[in-house]
């Protein structure tokens, strides 16, 4: 991961402190206007124009370059980001915006890296997901191994072909430079944009304490013949490639950590949709079955089954059981 040069973060710790002063100036004229007014609703409206005001200060804040390197919890900055972005931009376009994961250790600079790409995701998402309704957009952040995964998705529709612009550019040179990848779905239920880097820079990684850490295997699932791929999102049956949506890769995914486990489709609508009630949908079965069609081919072994009245589950097929 590339580092700042004093000069450059010279110049962007002078920008960000002139957008500072300008904020301020317009907070200043916006109470000054509301305490020299005598009409109560003009107070009101008022008041609320400085109170986004101040959450984009916020805003500002979460997305300013740190001033030296420290460990700080991601989870926590990401979290008030999101919180100041709600305040700030959504709230009033009945956008819902929630932010989950547990705490997270992370390079102050690798987080504000991160808090960039997903501050443009959401802009993003505001922008051209859902119109003049409402909606809602979700942030996970979580660590798998010595791998960070992060996820924004969203429930509206944008459209299956947005030309690239300037801000998805940024966003590709900011992942690059912590050294990660990127991949985006857009589609009837929404659009989901899914993040995987290393939690250490590279340096980190191969300094001389790394030689004393011993490598992670949960970058690549496997169960039997079939293998998943985290960080390249790739999977294949054997010498057979499987092409995955998003929303598969992350059902696998699901299944193959739990194998040999009996699945419920609750269980699979919480932990994999996200959803907080069980809804009369037979949304599991439709993409369990696109599922199972490309994994399990007809001269295969089938690996997942359906357990009737419980759910599903995923097995190695016999001949690969006693060498797992």
């Not at 200043?28 to 008041?47: F, I, M, T, Y």
Request: charged residues 30%; contains cysteine.
């Amino acid at each position: 991961m590339s580092k700042f040069t004093s000069e450059e973060r010279l110049l962007v710790g002078e920008l960000t402190h002139r957008m500072n002063n300008e904020f301020a100036a317009a907070i200043g004229v916006v109470s000054l206007a509301a305490a020299r007014s005598p009409n109560g609703e003009v107070k009101g409206a008022l008041a609320a124009v400085e109170a986004r005001l101040h959450s984009y200060v916020q805003v500002n804040r979460c997305l300013q370059i740190p001033s030296r390197d420290m460990v700080i919890d991601a989870s926590a900055h990401l979290r008030q980001l999101c919180r100041s972005i709600s305040r700030s931009r959504l709230d009033c376009r009945g956008i819902e915006l929630q932010f989950v994961g547990r705490p997270l250790k992370m390079n102050s600079e690798r987080c504000w890296r991160l808090s960039m790409i997903i501050s443009e995701l959401i802009t993003n998402a505001a922008r051209h997901a859902f119109g003049d309704r409402g909606g809602k957009i979700q942030v996970e952040l979580c660590q798998c191994g010595p791998f960070v995964k992060c996820r924004v998705a969203d429930d509206g529709r944008a459209p299956e072909k947005i030309r690239p612009g300037l801000g998805f550019a940024i966003v590709e040179r900011l992942i690059a430079s912590l050294d990660g990848k990127i991949h985006q779905h857009f589609g009837l239920e929404g659009a989901v944009s899914d993040m995987i880097f290393p939690v250490c820079s590279r340096a980190q990684r191969t300094g001389p304490s790394a030689l004393l850490r011993p490598r992670s295997r949960d970058t690549v699932l496997r169960v039997g013949p079939l293998e998943l791929d985290l960080i390249e999102r790739t999977a294949k049956r054997g010498d057979r490639a499987i092409d995955l949506l998003p929303r598969e890769f992350r059902l696998l995914e699901y299944m193959m950590r739990r194998k040999e486990q009996r699945l419920t489709r609750a269980m699979l609508l919480q932990e994999v949709w996200n959803y907080k009630f069980v809804p009369r949908s037979n949304l599991v079965d439709v993409h369990m079955g696109r599922l199972r069609r490309k994994v399990d081919e007809p001269r295969e072994l089938p690996m997942i089954q359906n357990v009737r009245g419980v759910g599903f589950v995923l097995r190695a097929p016999a001949c690969f059981r006693r060498h797992d």
